[in-house]
């Protein structure tokens, strides 16, 4: 029986293709490839990955439309690949349902990590647990019902709409997550144009946050997309 997690591969260049093909196959991932689109949303449905990778921009069914199927009908994670300069189509990727992208050129050590990580929150949300009344990761410890948030044992005292943005953040933590998303979680759709509402609080966040960590980002910028959470201390995103 091949337990090994099963990875998709979607993009027109085959020389791209190839390299990763065998650079997931080389640390243990069961992989296939599709040119496009199509092929794509084709090969998950016969083989069901537990991750999908993506290119953008691809004939017949580009990479924005492959990621609004499949969310359609599964919550696979989903990695968007994306050229530079292709912010506006990366953030509306992320908008309709993708996990996180990598940017066009990269590191198979960088994508391996996106990789692991996404595979990580996947595993976590599967598990049929109920619903945790305490967030505990890196140097962050949160209490839902009493409200009450910690840093490296310190407490801190958040507003009520900064103590909903940092629960969602860390419920998401180590995904990218876009501006529009997060001002429809905590405001409402009526919000999801409003930046300003996000710079402001996401600004306060940070100085209640980071206080007792000098020189620590845990609300790391994409620039142009939106923010990625990253808990512990010392930590870099991936």
Not at 30 to 46: I, K, N, P, Y
Not at 54 to 76: F, K, Y
Not at 130 to 140: N, V
């Amino acid at each position: 029986m091949n337990d090994r997690p099963r990875i998709l591969v979607v993009d027109d260049e085959p020389q791209l293709t190839r390299v990763l093909r065998t650079g997931l196959t080389s640390r243990g991932y069961d992989v296939r490839a599709a040119a496009d689109g199509l092929s794509g949303f084709e090969t998950f449905s016969d083989w069901h990955p537990d991750l999908v990778i993506t290119d953008l921009a691809m004939p017949n069914v580009d990479g924005l439309e492959l990621c609004r199927r499949l969310r359609a009908i599964s919550q696979v994670p989903i990695i968007v690949l994306s050229a530079k300069g292709e912010e506006r189509t990366k953030v509306e990727a992320l908008d309709l349902g993708a996990d996180d992208f990598v940017t066009k050129p990269f590191g198979i050590d960088e994508l391996l990590a996106r990789v692991r990580a996404s595979l990580r929150r996947s595993s976590a949300q599967t598990k049929t647990e109920p619903a945790p009344t305490i967030l505990d990761s890196g140097d962050f410890h949160i209490d839902l019902e009493s409200r009450k948030v910690t840093v490296r044992s310190s407490e801190v005292h958040l507003t009520p709409k900064e103590f909903d943005l940092l629960v969602y953040f860390m419920k998401h933590a180590g995904k990218v997550l876009t501006h529009r998303t997060l001002l429809a979680a905590i405001w409402g759709g009526d919000y999801v144009e409003q930046d300003q509402y996000l710079r402001v609080f996401v600004g306060n966040l940070r100085k209640k946050l980071e206080k007792e960590v000098s020189g620590q980002n845990y609300i790391v910028t994409e620039p142009w997309v939106g923010y990625r959470f990253v808990p512990e201390s010392g930590a870099t995103p991936s």
